[in-house]
């Protein structure tokens, strides 16, 4: 099955209002923001969608990529590890607003909980948190004398995640450090959308170098020079661009 999609528009044309959206990304590390701005081209055009929760590792900087959808208010609730980077002025304008919900999860537990969706498994244990506001109204229970925290998987109705290379099948391989959250992403959504820097044919990747299963993937597009977050922040860019 040829998973591949000509254009970013069409990559992100199911995305609807009120969606759960996982965004891969270790802050600019792994961030898919060319299929970002798509689904921003979107409700510039159309007006939607809105109303979205968005699963990420952190809440964006500047005013491109995950900061620029806060910005544009698509996002209603923001579930991540780290809601202050290095520049988030427009999520903590949202915040103090009241315009965004936010869920503060420890980032281990973040990345467990997301790999428990994946692979079907609904609650587990930690210690983390246990005795903070963030454990407040969970279960805790005792294993070996310590006490631990019941969290609850996470699923997505969609997840966009950004890979180095893929074929026309889904499979995927990752740059390094922008590997981090996206396996998991992949496996634990129900659509997964994907940009390649390189698109090739089947069987031109290794199967041993294959990290993510092409049956994790439901559409691959072509980005042949993906944007780095800092780099357009160092620009002072902004998404979409101002009217003259």
């Known amino acids: 099955m040829d998973k591949s999609v000509p254009s970013l528009a069409e990559a992100v044309a199911g995305i609807g209002d009120g969606a759960v959206v996982m965004i891969g ?3 600019g ?6 299929l970002i701005h798509a689904l ?6 159309t ?4 109303g979205l929760t968005v699963i990420n590792n952190n809440a964006g900087n500047g005013h491109v990529g995950l900061a620029a959808l806060i910005e ?28 965004i919900e936010l869920e503060l999860v420890p980032q281990g537990t973040l990345a467990e909980r997301i790999r428990a969706g994946g692979a079907g498994i609904p609650a587990f244990y930690t210690p983390t948190s246990f005795g903070t506001d963030l454990a407040k109204g969970k279960p805790v229970a005792e294993f070996e004398g310590r006490p631990y925290v ?3 998987w996470l699923k997505a109705d969609f997840a966009l ?6 074929d026309r099948l889904g499979n995927l391989t990752y740059n390094k450090a922008a590997r981090n959250f996206g396996p998991l992403m992949c496996m634990a959504a129900a659509t997964t959308i994907v940009q390649v820097s390189r698109l090739v044919e089947p069987g031109d990747i290794d199967p041993e170098q294959v990290i993510t299963p092409g049956i994790f ?20 860019a902004i998404y979409p661009e101002p009217a003259p």
Do not use: W
């Open 25 to 27: 990304g270790f802050g």
């Open 29 to 34: 590390s792994g961030s898919p923001i060319e």
């Open 40 to 45: 921003i081209d979107r409700h510039t055009a």
């Open 47 to 50: 007006g939607h969608p809105t």
């Open 72 to 99: 544009q208010g698509m996002v209603a609730k923001l579930i991540c590890s780290f809601p202050r980077s290095a520049d988030p002025v427009v999520f903590t304008q949202k915040y103090l607003a009241g315009e």
């Open 150 to 152: 019941q969290e609850r």
């Open 161 to 166: 995640v950004k890979a180095h290379l893929g």
């Open 217 to 236: 993937v439901t559409s691959v597009v072509q980005v042949p020079h993906p944007a780095q977050e800092e780099d357009l922040n160092r620009a002072g």
